[in-house]
């Protein structure tokens, strides 16, 4: 699909009501992915198959054998590449993003090209804003501390083999201040501005998902209705108890 230089809206009408979003050009990928399910009438007649309360609603599920549309349930489920677009997109209320696997199966954040999330989440006070900053940045020295170790084993295995303590402690210790360099560095690219924290603060949000998930989008109208699906009674593995059906997807001219 070529370049779209416009923005796109879509309408994702619903058995709840209708919820009117608007696709980010910056992420391109998934955006034209978007627009060629909604064309292929992907969406129609699926649910909302997973609902969490001041969390998320997720739909999209391709194996979904309760409603129409199965002709893909025995298809394999192959991904699209991440475009995370973080600090400038992220996880505010009413963000449209990818839904994926966990990290151990998949190092990338490579995304479904199938299910989405709209989040609802909730507000965030300033002491858990530092704590989610500061668990970001473990995260990133801890990768950074891995990589060294895998990108010098054959080093390590030496010492090892040599019964060299020292010199394992010293490089271990290099490694450490290596990731810590690089972590201190990372962290202040992935900085929060001060208007995302009051956003975070008086709107909500769920920043904890923010540099690991692909934002790409956000509603633009209808979050009434988001809140309403995200309140309906739900059963097992966050399931509504009652269906709610996405009837249409209908891209704005």
Known sequence: MKSQEKEIFVNIETSAGTIKIKLYNETPVHRDNFIKLVEDNFYRNRIFHRVIKNFMIQAGEPLDKSLANNEMANDK???????????????KRGALAAARTADNVNPTKASSPYQFYIVTGDTINDTKMKDIERMRFEKVKQQAFN??????????????????QKGLSELQQSFIDQAEAEATTVSMLLKYSPQQIEVYKTIGGTPFLDNEYTVFGEVVEGMDIVDKIQNTPTAAMDRPVEPIIIKDCIIEN
């Open 77 to 91: 489920i192959e991904t699209i590449p991440a475009e995370i677009k973080f600090p400038k997109l992220y996880h």
């Open 147 to 164: 990589k060294l170790r895998s990108e010098n084993s054959d080093i390590i295995k030496s010492l090892y083999k040599d019964g060299n």
